[in-house]
């Protein structure tokens, strides 16, 4: 997809966002209209340098987001469609793409479907959505038993070998595209087999080609998922894992291995990178200090792939995974607290570079130094037009934990393009 090739994600955990109540009665009460909250920093987004944003989870849900019960209803805590349309209207007039989280792995129990069959039993026709086990004296209202998600109990997943289930999918991600939306980020999408979702985008692309699809893939053989599940792109979680942990222990060994099994992912796909998000330790923990999260910010923006930045990051925000990843943002940027304004300017620096290479996107790294405290690469313009357009252009990164960490990256004719 040639719009997604100078997409800069900035991705936010809308419930945690807004301050919505997570666990409780709120999920199921009246519509707390607060997608207004997200539109108040659009504009953050786009002075940070951002040209889209990456939503997790918008639809009604019993708690977290995760255990969807309504594809086609925004989560009331968030608003209802007339916000959800605003939203849009306003990112769009800003030039800000929108990628949704598509959760169809697995639902919550309180799905539609899922409460007609424990209502109906075997006979009812939403049993196809499920694999399910039904017990010798059932009753209505007794629930069968069920694949739950991970052994999660409140997460019922669906049967992927249902015509029905694929079409179900198909019109949601078509329902939503219809509404203005861009790209899709598919939850959990190494639990589904490769041939649901080939089944899916190719129904979806009939009739939106210009849609992006990013699978969430942790493990496994990346290239392969990509070319047999129609996807155009998955979660970098190798190079996510050797940024933090060669900042933390300071051995640039391991991100020297990683940036080579990126580069041959590259042959096939281009990357969805990152240094967080919602589900794992904030990158200024996890590698050290704020001031080693900003040369982690230095490799996302250097290497070749699609970066997506979540929210706080940027702000040096700190945070355990599954404690604090998911915080509250202030009514505006304007009450941001001043800790985070060095990292701020780093990473808007940094994105500024990313927009003067666009060629970065499918560039080739070479390493040239590396010692466990510093790691000197070069970055060169790879394959297709925008390279071409490059020649002749590269980037020297140079990377230093040896006493305060530091960063430099220069221009092939040796003029400083950014240094921390």
């Known amino acids: 997809m040639t719009w997604v090739r100078n997409t800069i994600w900035w991705h936010v955990y809308p419930l945690g966002f807004v301050g919505a109540q997570i666990r409780g009665d709120e999920a199921a009460g009246p519509v707390q209209h607060r997608f207004g909250r997200l539109e108040s920093w659009l504009d ?25 019960i309504d594809h086609y209803r925004i989560d009331p805590r968030l608003g209802d469609l007339d916000d959800f349309d605003h939203f849009v209207l306003e990112a769009k007039s800003r030039g800000l793409r929108i990628c949704l989280d598509g959760v169809f792995n697995h639902v919550g129990k309180r799905f539609e479907a899922f409460r007609e069959v424990v209502q109906h039993g075997p006979s009812a026709p939403q049993a196809a959505f499920f694999e399910l086990t039904w017990p010798q004296c059932w009753q209505p209202g007794m629930e069968p038993g069920y694949r739950r998600f991970e052994g ?84 970098q979680y190798e190079l996510w894992k ?17 940036l080579g099994r990126h580069q041959e992912f590259l042959e096939t796909f281009v990357p969805l990178t990152f240094v967080g998000n919602h589900d794992v330790t904030r990158v200024a923990d996890a590698a050290g200090s704020a001031a080693k999260a900003v040369l982690a910010a230095v490799v996302l923006f250097t290497v070749p792939g699609i970066p997506a930045v979540y929210y706080g990051d940027e702000q040096a925000f700190t945070g355990v995974k599954t404690q604090g990843v998911r915080p509250p943002m202030p009514s505006s940027p304007a009450e941001l607290a001043g800790y985070g304004q060095q990292t701020y300017d780093a990473y808007r620096a940094l994105i500024g570079l990313r927009r003067r290479h666009p060629w970065l996107v499918r ?58």
């Open 44 to 68: 953050y987004a786009l002075e940070l340098g951002a040209s889209g944003v990456m939503l997790g989870p918008v639809f009604a849900s019993e708690s977290h987001g995760y255990d969807t």
């Open 152 to 235: 999660h109990g409140p997460l019922v997943e669906l049967d992927h070998g249902s015509e029905v289930v694929a079409d179900y999918v198909a019109g949601v991600m078509k329902y939503w595209l219809g509404r203005g939306v861009d790209a899709w980020r598919l939850d959990a999408a190494y639990a589904v087999p490769d041939g649901f979702w080939a089944k899916v985008i190719e129904q979806v692309t009939a009739k939106y080609p210009k849609a992006w699809f990013v699978g969430e893939v942790i493990h496994g053989d990346y290239p392969q998922i990509v070319r047999s599940s129609g996807m155009d792109s998955v979660t």
């Open 242 to 258: 050797a940024i933090w942990s060669s900042l933390a222990d300071e051995n640039f060994f391991e991100l020297t291995h990683a």
């Open 363 to 420: 560039g080739r790294v070479q390493v040239r130094e590396v010692t466990n405290q510093r790691l000197v690469y070069q970055v060169l313009p790879g394959r297709g037009k925008a390279a071409a357009q490059a020649e002749g252009q590269a980037l020297t990164v140079t990377l230093d934990l040896a006493g305060q960490p530091g960063a430099h990256v220069a221009d092939i004719d040796g003029s400083v393009e950014f240094a921390f």
